[in-house]
């Protein structure tokens, strides 16, 4: 069962205990991303991240590594666009000495300066080693290219030259004034009580008083038809493809997931079976949704030989208008249901994924959804649903690109 609970000094507390498993899954979920970073200090929350695994009043980096991998436990974190994430997984005997670790680390971070310029050099070689991952890098681009002027827009990692300007003092502020009590979510999940968890929560957070988040205020974005390529020494090209998506919990989101499942799904979806399968034209091909507060994405993602670029773009402009006139059969209606409902009821078998789905519910929504609701809504999407949703979207056949390859800025070859 899952419980909610405002916690001492306003964090929220969400937890779903799992007595038939071994394990237990702790997240401290921040709502602090990039898009909330100010002009010129883009990639500093993922610098935050880095720099509070470097060490706290109570423990060094070694120490915060070892105490939970000694444990045969996981330590890790993760930055997004609107959120960040510092999580554990653990042995439940050991749910207290991970819980402590983690709170260590976001209460009392050291942020010294010899650890900000040794993680700076770092995240310097992590922007360098994205920069040779075009097939990554290319989805950034299609986002610069869709909202361009917009945070959302932005690379999570920052550029290099704003990582270099970062200072002490500039990392201080941030951290002050959006890691704060009532902007954190805790989300555990496994066999751990509700109790047992608000009890370490009182000890850790109740003397906390820092003021309340400033984050500055945030606006919708303007979903460009935009064209962005970049010229890069690659193999392929690499080639996003897509149009408008939906925010988090808009009405439309379900039938928009039902959609991209039978389109790019899987290997038994329409653009698999026609551009990889019958054509041989790329190796990889797919699609997804990404969905933020207040904007989202459909994207169409093919590695091609440059050559065949301008047929796998067209190949794939035919499948949308063809969805958009037609809609799907009740075959595919019924596939990519039951692709939906399998990944939601195969992510309950992992804590991770089970804690994962509460905070940043919780976080995103100020409500978990609960998964007979995401069940229910699948089911009721309709082959009228379809045929409406993908019309709007599709039927214009006008879609943003973005490509990284061995092309020119025109996208020749």
């Known amino acids: 069962m899952v419980i909610r609970e405002i916690g001492p000094s306003g964090i929220r507390v969400v937890t779903e205990t799992i007595p038939y498993v071994r394990s237990v899954s702790i997240g401290i979920w921040v709502g602090a991303g990039s898009r909330h970073e100010p002009e010129g200090l883009g990639g500093i929350t993922h610098f935050i991240e880095h720099l509070l695994f470097k060490g706290t009043k109570r423990r060094n980096a070694r120490q915060i590594a070892l105490e939970v991998e000694s444990l045969g436990g996981q330590l890790n974190a993760f930055t997004t666009k609107e959120n960040t994430c510092f999580y554990a997984k653990v042995l439940d005997e050991h749910f207290a000495i991970a819980f402590d670790v983690l709170c260590d680390m976001l209460v009392s971070p050291l942020f010294m300066p010899k650890h900000i310029e040794m993680e700076r050099g770092v995240i310097l070689e992590e922007i360098a080693m994205y920069e040779d991952t075009p097939d990554e890098l290319v989805h950034d681009l299609f986002m ?84 962005k390529i970049k010229p890069k020494r690659t193999e392929q090209l690499h080639i996003c493809v897509g149009t408008a998506g939906f925010p988090l919990e808009h009405p439309d989101s379900y039938t928009l997931h039902v959609i991209s499942s039978a389109l790019g799904g899987g290997a038994g979806s329409r653009l698999f079976q026609d551009i990889r399968e019958e054509r041989g034209l790329a190796y990889s091909v797919y699609s997804y949704e990404s969905s933020y507060s207040d904007g989202g994405l459909f994207t169409i993602y093919a590695g091609v030989n440059p050559k065949h670029a301008e047929v796998v773009i067209e190949l794939i402009r035919k499948h949308l208008l063809r969805v958009a006139s037609d809609g799907l059969t009740p075959e595919e209606l019924w596939r990519a249901k039951s692709q939906a409902k399998g990944g939601i009821v195969l992510a309950l078998e992992n804590t ?19 998964i007979e609701e995401a069940i229910r809504r699948l089911e009721g999407v309709s082959l009228d649903d379809i045929e409406e949703l993908s019309h709007r979207l599709f039927s214009s056949g006008k ?13 020749k070859a």
């Open 144 to 227: 610069e290219a869709c909202w361009a002027g917009h945070p959302l827009g932005r690379n999570i990692l920052g550029e290099a030259d704003t990582v270099r300007s970062i200072r002490r003092e500039d990392i201080l502020s941030y951290y002050e004034k959006l890691y704060t009590p009532d902007n954190m979510v805790i989300a555990v999940a496994g066999n751990v009580s509700h109790e047992a968890v608000m009890e370490l929560v009182a000890r850790y957070f109740s003397n906390w008083c820092r003021s309340t988040a400033l984050a500055g205020p945030t606006f919708p974005p303007t979903t460009l038809v935009a064209r």
């Open 399 to 411: 879609l943003a690109l973005a490509a990284i390859g061995p092309v020119d800025e025109e996208g």
């Open 352 to 370: 991770t994924s089970r804690m994962m789905r509460l905070g940043r519910s919780e976080l995103s929504l100020g409500r978990v959804v609960g």
